[in-house]
């Protein structure tokens, strides 16, 4: 995007009811066009909203951050800059290179980091954060020559490192990664010192508006994909297994086939991360399990779930693993070695990213794994992703127990032994209930998502709940799964946001919660911010049930309908 | 040169967009109340992405109006 692009876009009319998204860019320099670039990569991000960008006072970023009101904010941005840690570190202001000076200028670069951070993490407790770490270059201020790190330029660097690693253990604070800045902005093509000097803004126009673009994705940050479908034969290994047999399929640097090996490790350190990996593909299923009990593949058969191994076609096996993993296909990645068969798959499933692998070409490999890191990357990793496949897995029975209804028998429920604890802190130990908030889709009262300072803000109410709900069974642990967010005036609930993974449904979960909450509140109704969606026929679906009719924005529920309605309730009950 | 004039209106327009095309080819920092120093640095910058050659911001304080402007970039990109 160039600057006349920029400013263009940046002043589109949005609609007069646009929701406002008010972000704070903090820099110690003229914001001038990172400003404008931020702002126009913004738009990109959020055509539905009206984007409003405060800025700082000029050399002050430490006190511009330690001033702000977090909470009247969706969004804060800082991009760094050397002279925002020591103004000799800049060239703006003259007299302090001298040798004497350096051992005090990291001294000082020390105790304003540490205010940085202390700015930054108060803020982070409210709003979401990104930070960029300075882009340009230091100045010619250590006596070596600059092809060598002297201790003190080392010291910098690693109050620097550990400014960031400490910053990046704070679940709301984002920072962005210095090697993907230079991958796609050269470090020596940044700094314009002419600019700096006579107008105060360092950048070249492209730095700025490349790291204007990342710090954007940073804070729209697109909602990571769930699942992974992968091929086998020269996919996974090379070889064809129906030819060569177990032992000729090979992934190794000594049968020249160390790639596959490469993407093996990569789908297991997915898997690990709680990514879902199914397998697609045309072979002899009994041959396949034999190739999945070979000690060195690196992909373990417990990782992968589920197999869909026959001859049918591949859009029918990625069909029916969706149906498994019970997820959209714009959330899943299939990959295959055979473009005809990643062709035939994105006809059935336009949505899907289909994927060739092109196991003669290492770059592409390469490629490949970045970009799915890319797809996939999560920036926290918490306990539900570590159990998600297994309880998959051990909803297998469940899915078998359902009716044509969808619903699993009273007799299979009440032998599930199943407990079911709601805890109504409003100050959740993780981030889970806004995770799930912000990506659940079918289960999901509205569909509303919610910024970190709008989820504060609605907390911040005495009147507000929130629940959220976790369980397990005699087939194991779902962890946390739903999450209800309301209001409760006298003996009147308002529920403003109610979202279930959909790894729970069938279990009667929701019905259980209703129940509890009015029960907990004491209320005689509950009225719903319903609104239908694309994908929320599941909530349609129960107050269908409850209501009787279709539901319609602002639909009531009394307790004594409910109770007359809600179907036997069998799990065990614990309040946290 | 029609093609020059529609360049710099496009560039002026992105600085101000609140001008029509015939007020931009009147315009000057005197009768433009939002032709500040912050958007004549910025104009400056749009003008040499546009017309891909180097403006000296030491020309900042010659070029205020759009007819300083056209005869400036006229003579740059000769």
Redo the contacts between chains.
Sequence with gaps: M???EA??LS?KPVPPDAKLFRVFLGCGFTP??LQ?FFHAHLRQLLPENRVEIKTGLFGDLAGSLERLDPKALDGLAVALEWPDLDSRLGIRELGGWQVSDVDEVVSSVDRQLSRLQRALTTAARAVAVVVALPTIPLPPLFYTPPNINSAEKTKLLLSLAKFAADLSEEPGIRILDSQSLNSVSPPAARFDI??EI??G?PYK?PHASTLAQLMASLLQAQRPKKGLITDLDDTLWSGILGEVGVEGVSWSLEHHSHIHGLYQQFLSSLASAGVLVGVASKNDAALVQQAFDRKDLLLKKDKVFPFEVHWHRKSDSVQRILKSWNIGPEAVVFIDDSPMEAAEVKAAFPAMECLVFKKDDYQSVWDLLANLRASFGKTAISKEDAIRLESLRRAAPLLDALGQDGNASDEFLKRADAFVSFDFSKRPKDGRAFELVNKTNQFNLNGKRFSESEWAKFLADPASFLVTVTYQDKYGPLGKIAVVLGKVNEKKLHVAAWVMSCRAFSRRIEHHTLKRILDKFDADEAVFDFQATERNSPTQDFFLELAGAPPQPGLKILRTSFLEKAPPLFHRVEET | MPELDDRLTRCFASVFPALSPDQIRAASVETVPDWDSLAAVTLIAVLEEEFNTPIDLMEMPELTSYQAVRDYVQKQIK
């Design positions: 160039n600057l006349i400013l263009e002043k001038l066009h404008s002419k600019s006579l107008t803004f126009l």
